[in-house]
């Protein structure tokens, strides 16, 4: 603590003396009269004393506090200081990490934009030869379908004789129609087989695959079948059918419903072309299509 001021006790003499003064003076004749009104000077005195006193008692209080709080102020502010460079050390600390960090992403990122902006041309590239060889693809399947359709169009399917009749060949499918169409003679086979190689299940005769010399003769034959429909011979029921391909079967099945609707329109010609194109004459109007859809589009405007 500081020390305490002076001040007091010189203000305190220097009352003190005028009333030594006054009392100790020999040669003063009127001393009765001065210590008949000593005590109302006295009095001022004293409250002087008092208000000094509280007044230097009251400094001296605030000095205190405020040497003590200037003590404490200063702990907390070095501390807080200290704490804020540590804080502050840290967090450079952290900004270079967080900078080079992100500078290494920038360069990453860089890197993957151009990787992408190549990836991206060479996907553009690609694209464009994947249209280009579907496209191809597509034109040399319509292609591959079309000619084993046309290497096809001398062929027949017999469908229901049996297999306990024995071996199959030429010869005897050229005998074996000849008597089931009644035929003049016996139409030249080139080649027959039963397909697929392997039996069917339940036991059912796997169809004969015939293909005849003559083109005419094949036409003549599906002809006479169309019109007999099922043809038997001895106690079998044998049908006989051209050999489409699968896609040309499902595309000529699909016009059946189509058919069934013309069959009901009257003064109406229809009929499918090869490979799979539905033909419909009205009023001397031909038309022809490829999609079923269209074709029950357009018969419905004729109901």
Do not use: W
């Amino acid at each position: 603590m500081p020390p305490k001021p002076k001040a007091l006790s010189t203000s305190a003499a220097a009352h003190a003396r005028p009333s030594a003064a006054t009392t100790s003076s020999p040669s003063s004749d009127p001393a009765p009269k001065q210590l008949t009104s000593s005590p109302p000077a006295l009095d001022s005195v004293s409250e002087d004393f008092k208000t000094e006193l509280l007044t230097s008692l009251r400094e001296e209080v605030v000095n205190v506090f405020r040497a003590e709080l200037a003590m404490a102020m200063s702990d907390s502010l070095s501390k807080i200081k200290a704490e804020l460079r540590d804080v502050k050390a840290e967090l450079n600390v952290s900004i270079a990490a967080v900078s080079t960090e992100v500078g290494e992403l920038k360069k990453t990122v860089r890197d993957m934009e151009g990787s992408l902006s190549t990836c991206t041309d060479d996907v553009v590239s690609l694209q464009s030869k994947v249209e280009r060889l579907v496209n191809q693809v597509t034109a040399l399947e319509n292609k591959c379908d079309d000619l084993e359709s046309r290497s096809r169009r001398q062929n027949i399917r017999i469908v229901g004789y049996s297999e306990q009749n024995g071996a199959i060949n030429a010869n005897t499918v050229s005998i074996m129609l000849k008597e089931a169409f009644g035929l003049d003679k016996p139409p030249m086979i080139d080649r027959a087989h039963r397909s697929p190689p392997q039996p069917l299940p339940g036991g059912r005769p796997r169809p004969i695959i015939a293909r005849l010399h003559y083109y005419a003769d094949c036409v003549d034959i599906l002809r006479r079948a169309r019109t007999q429909q099922r043809i038997k011979m001895g106690e079998e029921v044998i049908s006989v059918f051209p050999d489409y391909t699968s896609r040309t079967s499902r595309a000529r099945a699909a016009f059946n419903d189509v058919r069934r609707q013309l069959k009901v329109i009257p003064d109406i010609r229809f009929g499918i072309v090869h490979p799979a194109r539905l033909r419909i004459t009205s009023n001397g109007i031909t038309r022809e299509f490829t999609c079923p859809g269209e074709a029950n589009v357009f018969v419905k405007t004729l109901l």
